[in-house]
């Protein structure tokens, strides 16, 4: 059984005493260093002497750190410590429990978040002596609103996630949704996932001074390159918060946005907000919706996800916007 968040912490502690090559350590040592760690740092209660003895089996245990323990019996006390110089539960191998137990977990978020661990299960099962667990016959114990149809995540996400962490330039063959070709020096920065699919944050070469997004799913190739990498001081949880989902238009403003929704759909969007600024807004005996964001493709595709049961009060640039989309939206049936 995994260890709990408790028996971790007191495993780290004995962990840094057995390991002292140096010293020897007797129960009532270790309990005086376990519970001063405890009640000092932690906040916590001390542990009985009986604890300290399950925790010391659990080190010896091979399915969870597989410690060897070494003793010696001092005027008929006995003093405690690694046999093996250099051992530390820091260094040990994970064990085939924690093996298996981990793939469980890559197997279940690679199905609900199209993110694909693929690639990692295969180097853990090569490295590590992972056994096989055939995802088809592994049922799903949970559900989450996913696109299994998404293109692109196999082939080209792990490619763009290790170009981000090591600061690596790539040319990108790139296909954009209306269909059009494009070729691009790419810097990549950042992952993000809005709306069941991935972004690649970064610039093109050929434009430095603009911040793209391209979706994982639209590109057709992805190669590592020699160029200078261009670094980027953006802070892009920053640069996301004024927004909703990834796009930033060139001439939006930050706007206070007021919204009112129908009494059926207020209390979801109360429980569910928009966005990190939202607050409610009391007129009268009617609560409305405020949210500070620059408006978007995605603000005004969600305003019109919910329908007759929301209107835009403020200010008039957004509303009138949002009734422009209305009416060429009308004009649609409005044909015979």
Known sequence: MPLNKNQQIRAQILDGCLSNVIKWYSIDDLLHHVNNYLVQEVGGEPISRRTLYTDLERLQDPDLYGADLEKKTIDRKVYYRYREKGFSIKNSPMTPQQLTELQHILLSLERVSNFPFGAWLDALRENEHLPFIDPSNEKALIGIEHNPDLTGM???????????????????????????????????????????????????????????????????????????????????????????????????????????????????????????????????????????????????????????????????????????????????????
């Open 154 to 336: 196999d082939e080209f996400f792990v490619g763009a996630f290790q170009a981000v962490v090591n600061k690596q330039v790539l040319s990108i063959d790139y296909r954009d949704f209306a269909g059009a070709h494009y070729s691009y020096i790419f810097h990549p920065y950042y992952l993000k996932q809005y709306n069941q699919r991935w972004f690649l944050i970064g610039r093109q070469e050929a434009e430095p001074d603009t911040i793209w997004n391209l979706a994982i799913d639209r590109i057709q190739n992805l190669t590592p390159v020699q160029h200078y990498f261009f670094p980027s001081r953006i802070d892009f949880d920053d640069y996301f918060y004024d927004i909703i989902g990834v796009t930033h238009q060139a001439d939006s403003q930050l706007e206070k946005i007021l919204l009112r929704f129908s009494d059926e759909t207020l209390p979801y969007v109360i429980t569910k907000p928009l966005h990190p600024s939202q607050k409610t807004r009391k007129n009268g005996a009617e609560t409305l919706i405020q949210i500070t964001i620059k408006p978007n493709y995605e603000f005004y595709s969600v305003i019109r996800s919910f329908g007759k049961n929301v209107e835009i009060l403020e200010p008039d640039s957004v509303r009138q916007t949002f009734v422009q989309e209305i009416k060429e939206a009308l004009d649609l049936y409005a044909r015979p």
